[in-house]
């Protein structure tokens, strides 16, 4: 006899937890990539959240209880990460610095995202002389230096120096102008292959409106592999933000704390030996930078049919002698479906 799945109406309330469909199809080495990337961005995610209750010190503190902290202090005692040269605990620093890399990437995703996505599906959906001109534009930013674009953004909008909100805003707004043509270029050619399919030409003869089309059916059917860039785009805008800071164009160490500004400033101890100021900054890009990434590949795998095919098969394969069909196959094979419909 055939065991069925819950129905589908049975499992919407699942849709609601973050990541849970991902990692209800994920399977091996692909499911252990996300459920680390997931492990780190959350343990990142919690260090911003709760940095006021996590850090010992503030971001600019000099002085505890006990009196100055001084300059370069090993790792130790009251403070365990050490201090910078500029005399700032450095776990403070690294916690702290958690909450600045959050704001950007979000404040950076969202404009970018939004502005890239509506211009994509304005211009893919009309066409013409505006789209020949946007698409110029957008080649023409993509192909300038993403990271000397930035300076010069930040630049322009803060004058290499602002204050905590000021700068934040200042390096996602750089970031966004970099990000935005790859959300276009994206958006436009999906939207260019969906509107020449025949449920849009449907749509026209029972005269729906150009809006109505495409915000119910085009962009719906034009964003399905934005997760991956958005988890791309949310790595590059660390390093981007880092490389603001660590190049002298991020935030001033009294408005807030940021990673790239620390390695700048702890270069002249390295060669000394002073290596707790450089070490922990540096691992926090990495780590946060992996974990994005892990999560990003493990999306890209799940995003291809071939593979959830072949893992369907896998599966089937193994209860083939019970005669069962699994809530993972019948995921997958709904999954299927509904891309073949569309």
Known sequence: MTTLAPTPENRNWTRFIPFYTPLSR??????????????????????????????????????GPDGVFGSHVPPGGDHVLGTTVGGYDVLSRVIWGTRTALAVIVIAVLLSSIIGIALGLISGYFGGWPDRMMVAIADAVYAFPSLLLAIVMAIVISGGQSSFWGGILAAAISITVVFIPQ???????????????AFIDSSKVIGASNTRI????????????????????????ILTLAALGFLGFGIEPTAAS??????????????????????????????????????????????????????????????????????????????QKEEVEI
Not at 49 to 59: E, I, N, Q, R, T
């Open 183 to 197: 959300y276009y270029r994206v958006v436009r050619a999906e939207t260019i292959r969906v509107k020449s399919e």
């Open 258 to 335: 940021e990673w790239g500004f620390d390695l700048n400033k702890s270069i002249a101890g390295v060669t000394s030996g002073i290596w707790w100021t450089s070490v922990f900054p540096g691992l926090c890009i990495v780590l946060a930078v992996l974990g994005i990434t892990l999560i990003g590949e493990s999306l890209n795998d799940l995003a291809d049919p071939r593979l959830r095919t072949r893992r369907a098969a896998t599966i089937i394969a193994e209860d083939e002698g019970a005669d069962v069909i699994t809530p993972q196959v019948t995921d997958i094979l709904d999954t």
């Open 214 to 237: 495409m915000t119910k059916h085009v962009l719906r059917n034009s964003t399905r592999t934005l997760p991956l860039v958005l988890t791309l785009n949310a790595s590059e805008a």
């Open 26 to 63: 994920a399977v091996g080495l692909q499911k252990g990539m996300l459920i680390v990337g997931i492990a780190i961005v959350v343990v990142f995610v919690l260090a911003a959240v709760l940095a006021p209750v996590l850090a010992p010190y503030g971001y600019s503190d000099l002085r």
